[in-house]
């Protein structure tokens, strides 16, 4: 499978069809991510079989809230990252230092199944650093996971090659995708990365049929103007659908931004109001406690369906169903 996501050149050289960046490297040079390497004109990860962290969360910490919410998720994370966010929570497994170590131990496959099976856990994530730069490590899990009936789920920003979505799409059942701006020059100064790129694949997967929810870290001022918002909010309901559930959450001080401010509860909300008024039936508000933003109300009768407390999470409609008027909520329930 890696064979078909690099190109050998006759000068030596190897094109990484990864993601979108499409690395070309020199022998012995890294990709952007860092953990990827051209060895004798051959593409090799250092992270094959490394992982930093693993722990069974809540799946609304990914945030998951229309896929078996109140379930727990054994999520799984490796190292490295082909952006170099500003703003990053986890610098330090996302950026490989300048030694070259990749921080981590040796996991294969089969241990992070059987951990995931000791635990019960019903789903699996691929999650805390970018999971598309760990791509073996990731197919193979998640192939041996469906094989056992545990469903495997990306938190991912989204910029990935249509090749690397190809090879994942039939051992993907769901993806939280993060579109950290609607503003290109934002993406190039704070990201490293570009807007576009990360648009074609929330609309292509949707296409594939994944479960699929967004999520939009709002830094004040910086991507919160309400013009930014409002086309954003437009992209999810034209291009997505109105049922595509979206969490505008709260920035806290992190990486090279430490010590810009916090996001108030107040813009939070007003995101919130935005997209509601864009016609997004699931607008969610996270990093934060909002009564505004946590539960999921019937789009039709607007009663509540499913009711949080933080990540406390009580499902009052049997199967995704208004309790009162029968509709059905969209996600995945059981």
Same mark, same amino acid.
């Given at each position: ?6 190109? =050998? ?5 190897? #094109? ?27 593409? #090799? ?12 969360? %809540? ?18 994370? =490796? ?16 950026? $490989? ?11 294969? %496959? ?42 495997? $789920? ?7 090659? +249509? ?16 579109? +950290? ?63 595509? %559930? ?9 990486? !090279? ?32 406690? =909002?009564?505004?933003? =946590? ?8 009663? !509540? ?26 996600? $995945?329930?059981?």
């Amino acid at each position: 499978m890696l064979a078909a996501l690099w190109d =050998s050149q006759p000068d030596g050289t190897v #094109v990484c069809r990864l993601c979108a960046h499409r690395c070309r490297l020199r022998k012995g040079a890294k990709g952007i991510c860092g953990v990827r390497v051209n060895m004798r004109g051959e593409m #090799v990860s250092l992270v094959s079989r490394v992982v930093t962290a693993a722990a069974m969360d %809540p799946i609304e910490k990914k945030p998951l809230y229309h896929f078996l919410p109140g379930s727990k998720i054994f999520s799984v994370g =490796s190292a490295g990252c082909n952006f170099s966010c500003h703003f990053c929570q986890n610098n330090n497994i996302a950026h $490989v230092p300048e030694n070259g170590i990749v921080p981590g131990k040796r996991a294969a %496959p089969e241990d992070l199944l059987a951990h995931a099976l000791a635990n019960h856990a019903q789903t699996l994530a691929f999650t805390y650093n970018e999971p598309t730069v760990f791509f073996e490590l990731l197919y193979e899990t998640a192939g041996m996971a469906a094989k056992k009936g545990i469903r495997s $789920v990306l938190v991912t920003n989204g910029y990935m090659s +249509k090749d690397c979505l190809t090879a994942l799409s039939r051992c993907i059942c769901a993806a939280n995708v993060d579109l +950290k701006s609607f503003s290109e020059a934002f993406y190039r100064k704070y990201c490293g990365g570009h807007l576009q790129p990360v648009l074609e694949n929330l609309k292509a997967i949707k296409k594939l049929g994944w479960w699929l929810e967004v999520t939009t870290l709002v830094i004040p001022g910086l991507n919160d103007g309400q013009a930014e918002m409002e086309a954003l909010a437009a992209f999810i309901r034209d291009e997505l659908g109105p049922d595509t %559930p979206w969490h505008v959450t709260g920035f806290h001080g992190a990486h !090279l931004m430490i010590d810009h401010p916090d996001t108030p509860l107040a813009t939070l909300e007003a995101c919130w109001r935005i997209g509601r008024e864009a016609g997004l039936n699931y607008v969610y508000i996270g990093n934060t406690r =909002s009564p505004l933003g =946590s539960n999921t109300f019937c789009p039709e009768c607007n009663a !509540l369906v499913i009711e949080r407390n933080g990540y406390d999470t009580r499902v009052r409609g049997a199967e995704g169903k208004c309790p009162k008027c029968g509709v059905q909520i969209p996600g $995945v329930w059981k």
